[in-house]
């Protein structure tokens, strides 16, 4: 089957802590997207990435860290730095960056900060 | 910047009936405008793309119109089942590689 995966479902962090969370596609998709989603907020892009090796901040991208090694993946790292990390979090990807192409997304990551 | 807004918030109506969900945007220099359905706890499920130059896409009961002039598009569904109950949002992709998002419509079809 081919699509976008993220795990793990749920994590919780204790407050300073790091965490990763996991974004794999298998679309041989060229972009991949990093969202924050709140309650009653539109999604919020936090970073994009459009070819192997780089990445683009996006709205919101203060306290997170991404790398894009590969093309299949593209993991996004909550830093203590991030004031108010509790959110869902969600990975999409797209065919081509630079044209008007669907972007497909996973089934998002749950971060509770206890 | 581009605002994405979606009203109304929320909706509720009987099963069978027709209905329009609507997306605003403030800035027509946009690629292609997106509607997504999302179910509670959930990633997106795109429904349809129309791209800047057309003027509506359709798939199933569902169909969507843009107007790029006015900054608007439609979402209408057709003979709503329960099933369909779920939350609906739109995003709009503008140069940069940017999407931006609404806040979605909460749409319940009541058996």
């Known amino acids: 089957d081919g699509g976008i995966t993220q795990s793990p479902k749920y994590l919780f962090r204790k407050e300073g802590q790091n965490v990763t969370l996991s974004c794999e596609q298998n679309?041989?998709?060229?972009?991949m997207y990093w969202y924050r989603q709140d309650p009653g907020q539109g999604l919020r892009l936090i970073y994009y990435?459009?070819?192997?090796?780089?990445?683009q901040k996006g709205d919101i991208a203060e306290g997170y860290s991404v790398s894009r090694e590969k093309k299949e993946s593209f993991p996004l790292t909550v830093t203590s730095a991030q004031k108010n990390p509790t959110a869902f979090y969600l990975c999409?990807?797209?065919?081509?960056?630079?044209?008007?192409?669907?972007?497909?997304f996973g089934p998002g990551t749950r971060l509770t900060v206890l | 910047k581009q605002e994405v807004t979606q009203i109304p918030a929320a909706l509720s109506v009987p099963e069978g009936e027709n209905l329009v969900l609507n997306c605003s945007f403030t800035?027509?220099?946009?690629?292609?405008l997106q509607w997504f359905r999302q179910d509670p706890g959930k990633g997106l499920t795109s429904l349809l793309l129309?791209?800047?130059?057309?003027r509506e896409q359709t798939s199933g009961r569902l169909n969507a119109s843009l107007d790029k002039s006015s900054g608007r598009s439609t979402l209408y569904i057709a003979a709503s089942q329960p099933g369909d109950s779920a939350t609906y949002l739109c995003?709009?992709?503008?140069?940069?590689?940017?999407?931006?998002f609404g806040t979605g419509t909460s749409l319940t079809v009541i058996p």
């Open positions: 999409a990807s797209s065919i081509d960056p630079t044209t008007g192409a669907r972007q497909f």
């Open positions: 679309l041989n998709h060229d972009a």
């Open positions: 990435s459009q070819i192997v090796n780089d990445f």
């Open positions: 800035d027509s220099a946009i690629y292609n």
């Open positions: 129309i791209q800047s130059s057309q």
């Open positions: 995003a709009v992709k503008v140069t940069g590689n940017q999407f931006y």
